[in-house]
């Protein structure tokens, strides 16, 4: 399996936004159910959202519901994650994978940093 990529992240204020994109060579992202993870330090690999390769059951985290909004764009195969109003405790590397999560598929994952 080749790894995902992962890209978008940086350093932004509270309440600012970013956009996080995944590519997966060689998949289709449109074929798979999807997630967006988060780690931080010490801390166990959380699923953020998850968006099923079918229409309908996306799921977001009850921290980031209302805030952030998976989606696939079927013409560039890529995973998307915008993420609006963001907050200190967003602050972890993010990480796109199938959900469950296939092993041979995490990539190097983006930083995602939220500080005055």
């Known amino acids: 399996q080749v790894p995902v990529v992962e890209s978008g992240g940086g350093l932004v204020q509270p309440g600012g936004s970013l956009r996080l994109s995944c590519t997966a060579p060689?998949?289709?992202?449109?074929?798979?159910?999807m997630g967006w993870f988060r780690q931080t330090p010490g801390s166990e690999r959380e699923l953020v959202a998850s968006l099923p390769w079918y229409i309908g059951d996306t799921y977001y985290a009850d921290s980031v519901k209302g805030r952030f909004t998976i989606s696939r764009d079927r013409a560039k195969n890529t995973l998307n994650l915008q993420m609006n109003r963001l907050k200190p405790d967003d602050t972890a590397v993010y990480y796109c994978?199938?959900?469950?999560?296939?092993?041979?598929?995490w990539g190097q994952g983006t930083q995602v940093t939220v500080s005055s």
């Open positions: 060689g998949r289709t992202l449109s074929d798979l159910t």
């Open positions: 994978n199938t959900n469950p999560p296939e092993s041979g598929l």
